[in-house]
């Protein structure tokens, strides 16, 4: 079972530095996932499917009754699921709500 990390590393280069366009995919218009908000984002939802997944596994496990799987081991993997599922939903609600306060602002 891996672990879920959602912390972000912090920015440290001057900002003059920083490119100020994402880097973009052949053709399609997609950002890459190495760099930015975007990259991040990405990261953090394929870690929360993942824990989801192991989540699902373990469940699985308990059910068939595997003596190698505890229930212990297997509610605290569904509770860091739900964790992070949580904390990916408030992170899009947030996002949604400034993308519409952005669009009601009057220039």
């Known amino acids: 079972m891996t672990a879920m990390d959602l912390r972000l590393s912090p920015v440290t280069a001057p900002l003059a ?3 100020s366009a994402p880097a973009r995919s052949a053709g399609t218009g997609e950002t890459s996932e190495s760099g930015g908000f975007a990259g991040a984002l ?3 939802l394929k870690a929360v499917s993942a824990a989801q997944g192991d989540a699902t596994n373990l ?3 308990v059910q068939l009754e595997n003596p190698n799987v505890s ?3 297997t509610m605290v993997a569904l509770q860091k699921a ?4 949580t904390a990916t939903l408030n992170v899009r609600n947030r996002m949604v709500q400034a993308y519409t306060d ?4 009057q220039v």
Do not use: C, K, V, Y
Request: overall charge neutral; glycine content about 10%; hydrophobic content about 35%.
């Open 42 to 44: 990405s990261g953090a």
């Open 82 to 85: 739900q964790i992070g599922f």
């Open 17 to 19: 530095t920083r490119t």
């Open 59 to 61: 469940q699985r496990e």
């Open 71 to 73: 229930l212990e081991q």
């Open 102 to 105: 952005i669009m009601n602002m």
